[in-house]
């Protein structure tokens, strides 16, 4: 095991970032860990270190991140491993959710980990080597739940872009990995780390039953092990040649499953149509 490799994780200081933060560092590896408080960071896992840097950021601000990431190569000498961890789910459905909203998840869970890849790419490109993990969701390759669809727009948009990311960083040595986890026994659905709307509209019985599913139901009964999770990511970046998409715990492979069916029975059931759209010869 290569213990001198340095990683850089973002939404550090609870969830399956604060979990994967914990057992690299029992592994030997050094972490430099970011959160919107540092003092969370500190309370969680301890001062600065020779193996440990805890590190205030604002992802949503690109100034912000490229002074986090220059922080973390002038302490350790380098990065190796970029986790693209923090996030947050907006609940409502797309006719309740303001603009303010839709815009606040946007800039968190898509424009954010834009800005660590933009700044940390610079120092792997330069290096030849290094790993760059998105973790999505699976309601990002799957966003069939009434009300969570701006949530599954950020992650499906995490998806698309982390894809080219594959092709772009391939060149110089650097692996990528989208990451699509089912439902993790973390605190994701409490409060916090999930967003109601403002102003909800009665009609939209389904939403609110899906909601209240999440919040009440789901919520502290989520089948997948945030440890386990945390074994599976540091597993992959040993890997010589690890997988571009990682479908993680089995609800993510059911749900992939069920759209793969989906998308094959349509694309069967409308070929001739599908497929008549060509000049004629």
Known sequence: MNTKKVWFITGAS??????????LLLQGFSIAAT?????????????????FLPIEMDLTKNGNV?????????????IDVVVNNAGYSQIGTLEELSEEEVE?????????????IRNASYYLR????????NIASIGGYTGNFSGFGIYCATKFAVAGFTEALAEEMKPFGVNTTLVYPGYFRTN???????????????????AREMEQAHLNDINGNQPNDPEKAAEALIALSEKENPPVHFFMGEDAYHYASLKIETIQKAMKENIILGTS????N
């Open 35 to 51: 959160s919107r408080n540092k003092n969370s960071l500190i309370n969680e896992i301890g001062e600065v270190s020779e193996k």
């Open 126 to 133: 330069k290096q030849k080597s290094g790993h760059i993990f």
């Open 66 to 78: 490229s002074k986090a990431i220059e922080t973390a190569i002038n302490h350790f000498g380098r």
């Open 188 to 206: 994701f659905l409490s409060e916090g780390s999930v967003q109601t709307p403002t102003n909800p509209i009665e009609d939209y019985i389904s």
């Open 277 to 280: 759209t060509g000049f004629d």
């Open 14 to 23: 609870k969830g399956l970032g604060l979990t994967l933060v914990k057992k």
């Open 104 to 116: 606040n998840n946007f800039k968190v869970n898509v424009f954010g980990s834009l800005n660590v």
